[in-house]
């Protein structure tokens, strides 16, 4: 089975701009979760969505947002980016939402705000 | 407040060394998660963990439920070992994940 891909791989956008960044699990999961890892806070867990609902979200504003579509693929954004917005944004999916279900982790996109 | 603490931050050691990694969290959880990062970002799930202990190969984790503590052993450790290990937790209420800050080993040859 392919693994959990991410795209873009790299991404430079303007303060101000708003990004969209993609993520299609391994086929068969259901699950993915999104995570921002940067050098000061490392990891953050941003949502997790299973079967096309958002089911837990992180302490992040609401410029943060995803979607999941009934293919499991999944997009986050963010609008109105920050400087403070680079990062590398990780996705994992897993087969369910169950805390009993292992993450496969992507790549990442790594997302650097000018 | 950091719901997840690691120790140490930094490590290294010489090949063929038994290392131990240690991590404490404050929240209720259903499961606890060891990952390896290595340098480029690309993140391994190495274990899974609600109770008890796990072995694949030289690696062993350890989970304490009641002491809220879990252990990352890694024994005759080699330099393709070097990596970030990070500890993480899904919590039982809110079943949000919390992070560690990461242990960044470096075995020497």
């Known amino acids: 089975k392919a693994g959990v891909t991410q795209t873009p791989r790299y991404l430079i956008k303007t303060r101000g701009q708003q990004v969209t960044l993609s993520c299609s699990p391994i086929s068969g999961h259901r699950s993915v979760s999104w995570y921002q890892q940067t050098p000061g806070q490392g990891l953050q867990f941003l949502f997790e969505y299973f079967s096309e609902t958002q089911r837990n979200k992180g302490n992040f504003p609401g410029r943060f947002s995803g979607r999941q579509f009934s293919n499991s693929r999944s997009e986050m954004n963010v609008s109105t980016l920050e400087l403070g917005d680079s990062a590398l944004y990780l996705c994992?999916?897993?087969?369910?939402?169950?805390?009993?279900?292992?993450?496969?982790f992507g790549p990442g996109t790594r997302l650097t705000v000018t | 407040k950091n719901e997840v603490e690691q120790s140490p931050q930094n490590l290294t050691a010489q090949e063929g060394e038994f290392i131990t990694i240690n991590c404490s969290y404050s929240v209720g959880i259903s499961a606890l998660h060891w990952l390896q990062q290595h340098p480029g970002g690309g993140i391994v799930s190495l274990f899974m963990l609600s109770s008890g202990k796990k072995k694949h190969g030289r690696l062993i984790a350890t989970i304490n439920i009641q002491e809220k503590h879990s252990s990352l052993h890694i024994t005759a450790s080699h330099p393709r070992d070097s990596a970030v290990y990070i500890c993480a937790v899904r919590a039982n209420t809110g079943n949000q994940f919390y992070f560690g800050t990461g242990t960044s080993l470096t075995v020497i040859p």
């Open positions: 994992a999916s897993s087969e369910g939402a169950r805390s009993s279900y292992e993450q496969y």
